[in-house]
């Protein structure tokens, strides 16, 4: 079966609707079908600043939320960043072959940066996309599920191992992006040109998945649509009833067409009001879950363990690998 691995940050309280219809749901979707690695991403997570007992905190609330999403560790490897030391191991390896004007093309770190301030961004954060490179390809993944705003990310991860296969000699799979068209980019509630995202969207722009029931259906009902009354799935002039229909097919399993018959005559505040109910049915359970996960943290811990138990026998042989490659001596 063809090997997956993506990663997700601990740095909220709660995923939002984009984490888990970007990526998430198809997580879990492909668990059964292929060798599946999937990561909290500790180590990411302190690029910006954090709260040292606020960053243990999210990590254990982000693994009790992905078992409530769905990951199942019977089916799948799921671990967090840090407990396994290879990451940052081979991140050193691969940023010695990453430009530094290769890196300062991303756009993701660009955003960031200017957001802080250049002169108070971390070189952390500047090295970022080295070391999830280094998170794919320790796991020599085919597949890396992810949404659209991390696709330049895969394409540096792409060169890098392409880089170090021909300079070295083989190591690495060059792994491919897995992005859903559908569902890639879900939009801000208040804002629907604009990714929903932890860092900028407004809070009523965003749904996070252990807010209040209540509160996300309240922002589903106030969410900005678009000029006209028609229902119409069109994100060129209709971005936001457009989003409000994509979140609506995905949660319900209907399909867009079916959606646009069922609300054929209807207004935009019909189409929220029963997207409200639907998003309400999907998140309460959620909620639920992710409590009873975190009501055990000592039980948590422990399946984090096997998990990056699992993760590192993978992980230490393409590090000694590459280690081999590049040319340090055997281990000591
Ligand atoms: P992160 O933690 O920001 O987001 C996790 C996943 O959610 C997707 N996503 C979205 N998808 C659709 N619509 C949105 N509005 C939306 N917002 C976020 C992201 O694309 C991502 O798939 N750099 C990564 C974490 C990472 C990683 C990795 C991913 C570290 N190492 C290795 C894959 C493989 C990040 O910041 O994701």
Known sequence: PPRVLSGIQPTADSFHLGNYLGAVRNWVAMQDDVDAFYCVVDLHAITAGHE??????RTRVSAAQLLALGLDPERCTLFVQSQVPEHAQLAWVLSCITGFGEASRMVQFKDKSQKQGADRSSVGLFTYPI???????????????VGEDQRQHLEL????????????????????????????????????????????????GIIDLLDEPARSAKKIRSAVTDAGREIL?????????????????????????????????????????????????????IRERTRLYLDDPAQLDK??????????????QTLAQAYDRVGFLPPA
């Open 157 to 204: 991860t792409r060169d890098l191992a392409q880089r170090f296969n021909n300079t070295f000699g083989p190591a690495f799979t060059v792994p491919a992006p897995y992005i859903v068209k559908d569902t890639a980019k879900i939009t801000d509630l208040q804002d629907p040109t604009a990714k929903m995202s932890k860092s900028s969207s407004s809070p009523a």
């Open 131 to 145: 070391l999830q490179a280094a998170d794919i390809l320790l796991y020599q993944a085919d597949q890396v599920p």
């Open 233 to 285: 799935f069109d994100t060129e002039n209709k971005p936001g009833v457009s989003n409000l229909l994509t979140i609506y097919a995905a949660l319900s399993g209907h399909t867009i067409d079916e959606l646009l018959e069922q609300y054929d005559g209807k207004g935009y505040g019909d189409l929220k009001k029963d997207l409200a109910e639907v998003v309400t049915a999907f998140v309460t359970p």
């Open 303 to 316: 399946m984090l363990a096997v998990g990056a138990d699992k993760a590192r026998a993978v992980a230490a």
């Open 52 to 57: 040292p007992a606020e960053l243990r905190r």
